[in-house]
């Protein structure tokens, strides 16, 4: 392919692509720059492999950390396994783009994006995912394309369009949205409790840009003399599927009728199902059902998936009634626990809704507890953490548990960026906070189910949120011009629906959102509904759990660590950790208490006892305490040599009474005036130039004395 560079302009950000120039082998590859951060982006096909029923697409996001001019740490020196910001980026590109592969390709197909440059203003996944709809164009992939995204700020009262790090940061808004021609095609967005409104115009703003970058597709395609391909779907036995289709239509529809429970209706179905295989087994082995069924051995679960899914959206169109007997903006039933699990989790929470249940677990650390961020992105430690596990005995199935996988990855994120912006600020509470969401049960919107567990169980742990928050996911029936939109959809609803739009946040605003769909796009107006008609299902959730429990507990447990947080000037910084750590050390070994030190000098104390924290407190404020010639301590004689006496009378800070300035009278033996343990009254005399203290007892006022005495009292 010959070399191709085009620059697209809008709202004052430049976006480069650079065709032809690299990975020449590949199907598809461009290099898209926005900035100085630059992404490769190449799509490869593969013929299809036998016995595959379903698109084999695979995603992959590639972090380079020579892109931001850093070397890898650990024992390799090179990229490991993929940090979890990458993971979230491949999800974020693979959402809008499988839905635009025909539904009857199976070829396999691979997009890999890959950051090759960045800098700390242009982030790089939304370039990756218009770079992938590029790539795909070229490698000449059926494909309902051109699909662009981009992402949405809000700074003050004005949105923007792909916002700096920067501006994401201190705006309330942070949202992506990528579209095709159609319409909408996919949205994720975290938000400061931004009201309904506000998000819909954020989103017809961003897609406004949208059409931009798909049009600038579709020139780009002009130039280079390429169309989309079409290709015509394989052709399907229409014999066996006929037999299906009678066999199956009516009880199909008899069941999705009369079962409302989810174990049942899909027992009754397996019964039906394995009963048409047992009828065409029974066939002459002549019979053109027969055969056509050894040929295709999957063509039974796929036509009977297809009639089941044809019956229960017309159920939903026609009747207005789901296959749980529900209306179509009604909620299931809600129940919430707290305090399920004993203290020593610090807190927990059960939250039921219908037959999805999700337990969340808080665990509260100490600042040295944050999650370093080893990855290209400028956020370096992370001091909220939402982990999410999903078990195979959730769904009633059997498989082997491996480590968590990109969805419960992307299902943790989405809880983790519901709660944040509601978490108090780190100075009014110093903790690291980790939330584990673990799925007990599953038919519908686990997700949610863990934003409301998480919302109990940090109010259950003591942890004063700012408000509460609570979700519902939000589902889509669409056929020809006739439209539903479900509230609080249930497995069968996502699986078999066209869209899964997951809605959390507080009375005052929506705090995040993700919407996928299975359709080529939606247009605006059918998102605003499905916005706003999600709100009064949050509310009644959130009235659920606050009849549960109404405001986070006054206490914590008593097994969470007590952190204590004093300001010091950072040139004692040094001083508090001592040669090879050796101050710190003793201090935690004399005390129990962990210390964590920032590098702006705030000293963090923990302990589970708070009287070790505080003995801990008071040696390093005795450390760093600024003396003055004259004040008054009360201290306690440590060692005496033939000169003089040392008393500490700070923790960790002694000077010297020299035998001159034990008493009025002469003093022949220091022995005669004091003994080791002795608790003084002194006063520093100075502070020679080589930092040494000397101390006197003589010259003391008694209001002075009395004084020092209060302030030990006082535990000053």
């Known amino acids: 392919?010959?070399?191709?560079?085009?620059?697209?302009?809008?709202?004052?950000?430049?976006?480069?692509?650079?065709?032809?120039?690299?990975?020449?082998?590949?199907?598809?590859?461009?290099?898209i720059q926005s900035g100085e951060t630059a992404?490769?982006?190449t799509a490869t096909r593969a013929s299809a492999r036998e016995g595959i029923d379903f698109l084999p697409l695979l995603v992959d996001y590639e972090e380079r950390l020579y892109a931001a001019g850093r070397i890898p740490g650990g024992f390799l020196r090179r990229e490991g396994r993929p940090p979890e910001k990458a993971t979230l980026i491949c999800r974020l590109i693979d959402r809008p783009l499988r839905p635009l592969f025909p539904s009857w390709l199976r070829d396999d197909i691979q997009v890999v994006a890959t950051t090759l440059s960045m800098d700390e203003r242009v982030p790089p996944d939304v370039l990756a995912v218009t770079g992938a709809s590029i790539a795909v164009l070229l490698a000449k992939i059926p494909f309902n394309g051109p699909m662009a995204a981009v992402r949405v700020?809000?700074?003050?009262?004005?949105?923007?369009?792909?916002?700096?790090?920067?501006?994401?940061?201190?705006?309330?808004?942070?949202?992506?949205?990528?579209?095709?021609?159609d319409g909408i095609v996919m949205v994720e967005a975290g938000a400061n409790q931004l009201p309904e409104q506000d998000l819909i115009e954020a989103i017809d703003f961003g897609y406004e840009a949208v059409r931009d970058l798909i049009q600038s597709q579709r020139?780009?395609?002009?130039?280079?003399?390429?169309?989309?391909?079409?290709?015509?779907?394989?052709?399907?036995?229409?014999?066996?599927e006929t037999f299906i289709q009678a066999q199956a239509s009516a009880p199909i529809k008899t069941i999705l009728a009369r079962f409302d429970e989810k174990i049942v209706r899909d027992l009754a179905l397996d019964e039906v199902k394995d009963s048409i295989a047992q009828a065409i087994s029974q066939l002459p082995e002549d019979d053109a059902v027969r055969r056509a069924s050894q040929g295709n051995p999957k063509a039974l679960s796929i036509k009977f998936k297809e009639i089941?899914?044809?019956?229960?959206?017309?159920?939903?169109?026609?009747?207005?009634?789901?296959?749980?007997?529900?209306?179509?903006d009604e909620v299931r039933p809600i129940s919430c626990r707290v305090g399920l699990l004993p203290q020593r989790v610090h807190g927990s929470g059960l939250f039921n809704r219908g037959l999805t249940q999700v337990m969340s677990v808080v665990t509260l650390g100490t600042p040295g507890d944050a999650q370093d961020m080893d990855d290209l992105h400028p956020d370096e430690k992370k001091r909220y953490l939402h982990h999410y596990n999903f078990p195979p005995f959730s769904v009633g199935e059997v498989r082997p548990m491996r480590s968590p996988g990109r969805r419960e990855v992307g299902h943790g994120a989405l809880a983790e960026r519901a709660l944040i912006p509601v978490l108090p600020v780190q100075a009014d509470f110093?903790?690291?906070?980790?939330?584990?969401?673990?799925?007990?049960?599953?038919?519908?919107?686990?997700?949610?189910?863990s934003v409301c567990g998480s919302t109990l169980a940090l109010m259950d742990a003591g942890v004063p949120l700012i408000k509460p928050v609570s979700g519902a996911a939000m589902g889509l029936i669409k056929d020809g011009d006739e439209v539903r939109v479900l509230t609080d959809i249930q497995g069968i609803e996502d699986f078999l629906g066209d869209?899964?739009?997951?809605?959390a946040g507080t009375d005052a605003g929506v705090t995040a959102l993700q919407m996928d769909m299975k359709l080529t796009g939606l247009p605006m107006e059918i998102i605003a509904q499905a916005i706003n008609q999600a709100k009064p299902a949050r509310m009644l959730i959130l009235e659920k759990m606050l009849g549960t429990i109404d405001k986070p507990r006054a206490d914590l447990s008593p097994y969470a660590p007590r952190l204590l947080t004093i300001k010091v000037d950072p040139d004692f910084i040094g001083k508090i950790i001592?040669?090879?750590?050796?101050?710190?050390?003793?201090?935690?070994e004399e005390t129990g208490a962990k210390i964590d030190i920032a590098d702006d000098g705030t000293v963090t104390i923990s302990a589970v006892d708070v009287e070790k924290a505080k003995r801990a407190r008071s040696i390093i404020e005795g450390m760093t305490r600024e003396l003055s010639a004259g004040d008054v301590y009360v201290g306690r004689v440590k060692r005496i040599i033939q000169i003089g006496a040392f008393v500490e009378f700070l923790p960790g800070k002694e000077g010297m009474i020299h035998i001159s300035n034990l008493a009025e009278h002469r003093v022949e033996r220091v022995e005669d005036e004091l003994a080791i343990g002795d608790e003084v009254i002194i006063k520093v005399r100075e502070i020679d130039n080589r930092g040494r203290i000397n101390l006197t007892r003589l010259g003391i006022h008694p209001d002075e004395a009395a004084a020092a005495r209060a302030a030990v009292a006082a535990g000053q």
């Open 1 to 31: 392919m010959v070399e191709l560079d085009k620059v697209i302009s809008f709202d004052g950000r430049d976006i480069q692509i650079k065709i032809g120039l690299l990975a020449p082998q590949a199907g598809g590859s461009v290099l």
């Open 39 to 41: 992404v490769l982006v």
């Open 153 to 181: 700020g809000l700074v003050g009262d004005d949105f923007i369009i792909n916002p700096t790090y920067a501006e994401i940061e201190t705006g309330d808004l942070d949202l992506v949205v990528a579209g095709t021609p």
């Open 219 to 240: 020139d780009l395609m002009q130039e280079l003399g390429l169309e989309l391909v079409q290709e015509t779907a394989p052709v399907v036995d229409a014999t066996l």
């Open 308 to 328: 089941t899914k044809i019956l229960m959206r017309r159920q939903v169109i026609e009747e207005g009634v789901r296959v749980d007997g529900r209306k179509l």
């Open 430 to 449: 110093p903790y690291v906070i980790r939330v584990v969401s673990e799925v007990l049960s599953s038919n519908g919107s686990t997700s949610m189910g």
């Open 499 to 503: 869209m899964d739009f997951k809605v």
């Open 578 to 588: 001592g040669p090879g750590g050796k101050t710190i050390k003793g201090i935690t």
